[in-house]
């Protein structure tokens, strides 16, 4: 049996069987077939890499028996929720991306909205590349903030409210909060504000300084990434 | 509870004035089902309506042919997923919750503002049936309003009499709930198994107590002489399954196939409701 998968898809829709295709976002897996759960297109999408020949083995790891197969996806199509009469706002509608759930594993960007001594609350604004639509809470555990030396770390020395963090969410969390965690170089406030008012620089792992008045400002800085 | 905020109409029910002409009276007495006893009124569903909503549609039922009745007309919006309030406890899936109001002006008996027993049943039904379509565990810590207003409510209006055909109505009012609500939600970008649409089928007897009761789908009350039994059910096609099943009323005990017979043209109807429901889709889409 060779039939093609549609290119668009409705939920509920059969899309394949899975022994020849993995799930991907949008799609249900229901009796070995795979079906849409979502209404837009169709995307397969090739295993990265080739399975050529694999490197001597240093360490013992699970089988990757089923990277082979190609990902069927089902994503949402843009500028579907276009009301009547609003070709004005088709540049907006385009944009218009489903919205993600923070997820375990994730590198969130979030502003601290206010901090005690325990921990830090944070409001996630945007989760990998996609700009949030709703505002989800978080949290960053005095423990979490960095991996040495967790029992000097200051709360207040760390972040001030107003900063912008890049976070990874490390857990689900509670009710109200997601747990975040800053425990690596890459992570922790990579826009501040001084007292003053001024957008600093980071200019060492645990200072800013404020470029006009020349103060120092302690943080819990993100390590620069380059473009 | 009353509703102590706003300012309320009067209570009870509104008749629009009939003058005595020759041609109402033809009106009155066109009674009668026009279609098939297999046949769902025709349907109008669109998706997208609402554009501050995450999802949204808006459904419409053809009045039937006699004038003076009208029409089913419902909307749907659908906001989230979005996050729980403080006070919710965790959820690893998503939290559906669903409002179903009727309009104030939607049907002669006027409605309040808020939301009064069968509103909430209403309610309760419709959340039963999504629950069984959409695929909660993809997003969890999450909450997901759904909120139908009932434009207009499928009565007649010109019928003097209220037949006690409240309940009857609501049938119609749920599966058409049903279908605008599945409608958005694949609008919204919700994970769903499947597209769920609602049908009723209704045990009628007509003109006179000694005829045989016939069973036929998506009944107007104001057709018939009596409506025995009805029952309003949610189906998905491709699992063949029934997410919700609302039964109501009297079968005779001797027929123990009726029952059966009952939600069999249910899911008929229902799968008619859905070839509507998938078109929609479609366009929209595309």
Request: proline share 8%.
């Amino acid at each position: 049996m060779t039939t093609t998968p549609p290119t668009l898809a409705l939920p509920g829709q059969l899309l394949g069987p899975a022994a020849r295709y993995q799930p991907g976002p949008g799609t249900h897996l229901h009796d070995a077939n795979l079906y849409a759960s979502l209404l837009g297109q169709v995307h397969i999408t090739q295993p990265a890499r080739a399975p050529g020949p694999a490197k001597r083995l240093t360490k013992i790891t699970p089988a990757p028996a089923p990277a082979e197969l190609p990902t069927i996806s089902v994503a949402v199509a843009a500028s579907n929720t276009l009301p009547p009469g609003a070709e004005r706002d088709v540049n907006k509608n385009k944009n218009k991306r489903r919205e993600v759930l923070p997820e375990v594993g994730n590198v969130v960007l979030c502003r601290v909205i206010r901090i005690t001594p325990r921990q830090a609350v944070v409001a996630i604004l945007v989760c990998g590349d996609t700009v949030l639509e709703a505002e989800w809470q978080g949290l960053i555990r005095v423990q979490d903030v960095r991996a040495t030396e967790k029992d000097r770390v200051r709360i207040y020395e760390s972040f001030r409210p107003g900063d912008v963090v890049r976070a990874e969410v490390i857990s689900l969390g509670d009710q109200a909060n997601y747990y975040l965690s800053t425990t690596r170089n890459e992570l922790g406030v990579v826009l501040a504000v001084s007292e003053a008012g001024n957008t600093m620089q980071p200019v060492s792992w645990k200072e800013f300084r404020d470029p006009e008045t020349g103060a120092m400002e302690l943080r819990k800085v993100a390590q620069p990434q380059p473009e | 509870m009353t509703d102590r905020r706003r300012i309320n109409g009067p209570a009870g029910a509104t008749v629009p004035p009939i003058f005595d002409d020759a041609g109402l009276q033809d009106l009155t007495s066109s009674k009668g089902r026009s279609r098939a006893p297999n046949a769902i009124r025709k349907m109008y569903l669109k998706t997208g309506v609402t554009p501050s909503a995450s999802g949204s549609a808006y459904l419409e039922i053809e009045t039937s042919a006699t004038p003076g009745v009208s029409g089913l007309k419902l909307s749907c919006s659908v906001h989230g997923p979005r996050s729980l309030p403080r006070s919710a406890p965790f959820s690893p899936h998503i939290v559906l919750s669903t409002h179903v109001k009727y309009a104030p002006f939607a049907t002669k008996q006027r409605r309040g503002y808020l939301r009064d027993p069968s509103e909430r049943d209403l309610g309760i039904h419709l959340e039963a049936a999504l629950r069984g379509a959409i695929i909660a565990d993809r997003w969890p810590k999450s909450g997901v309003d759904i909120i139908i207003s009932i434009v207009e409510g499928d009565q007649d209006r010109e019928a003097s009499r209220l037949q006690g055909d409240e309940v009857w109505d609501m049938m119609n009012a749920l599966s058409g709930c049903i279908t605008v609500a599945a409608a958005a939600l694949a609008d919204a970008g919700i994970d769903c198994v499947d597209t769920v649409a609602g049908g009723v089928a209704a045990l009628v007897q007509n003109a006179g107590e000694d005829s045989t009761p016939t069973i036929v789908v998506d009944p107007i009350p104001s057709e018939h002489e009596r409506i025995l039994a009805a029952c309003c059910v949610a189906y998905l096609p491709t699992r063949d399954e029934v997410t919700n099943l609302w039964f109501r009323g009297d079968l005779p005990a001797s027929d123990l196939d009726l029952y059966t017979s009952l939600v069999e043209k249910g899911i008929q109807a229902s799968k008619n409701a859905n070839r509507v429901l998938v078109g929609c889709l479609s366009e929209t889409v595309e």
